[in-house]
Nanobody
């Protein structure tokens, strides 16, 4: 079964940028979809973006469109989330997750999760 490890979180000022990485190992199917989620203290987990490993199709939440970019490097088994123009409301623990999915939108649920990485946006 897949294992996912996130990295790249940290503290940044408003307007700054960060790139999160999610290394995905232990999978054989080309039909995995990788999603990025975030959860702020006291709030529900929110889907941010997702990408299909096979063809690179992407989807974004309205709250991050135009600021965040998801991409993948299949030989490196890594999915990235480039976050630009960060805002204080982007502060959260960010998780990546994986599931097999054949649809064009983000899956309704994911089976495998990473441990999360903290992103703090503050002046």
């Amino acid at each position: 079964q897949p294992q996912l490890v996130e990295s790249g979180g940290g503290a940044v000022q408003p307007g700054g940028s960060l790139t999160l990485s999610c290394v995905v190992s232990g999978y054989t199917s080309p039909y995995y979809n990788i999603g990025w989620f975030r959860q702020a203290p006291g709030k529900e987990r929110e889907g941010v973006s997702c990408i299909t490993l096979a063809d690179g199709a992407t989807n974004y939440a309205d709250s991050v469109k135009g600021r965040f970019t998801i991409s993948r490097d299949n030989p490196k088994k890594t999915v990235y989330l480039r976050m630009n123009n960060l805002k204080p409301e982007d502060t959260a623990v960010y998780y990546c997750a994986a599931t097999i999915w054949h649809g064009t939108n983000c899956p309704p649920a994911y089976d495998y999760w990473g441990q999360g990485t903290q992103v703090t946006v503050s002046s």
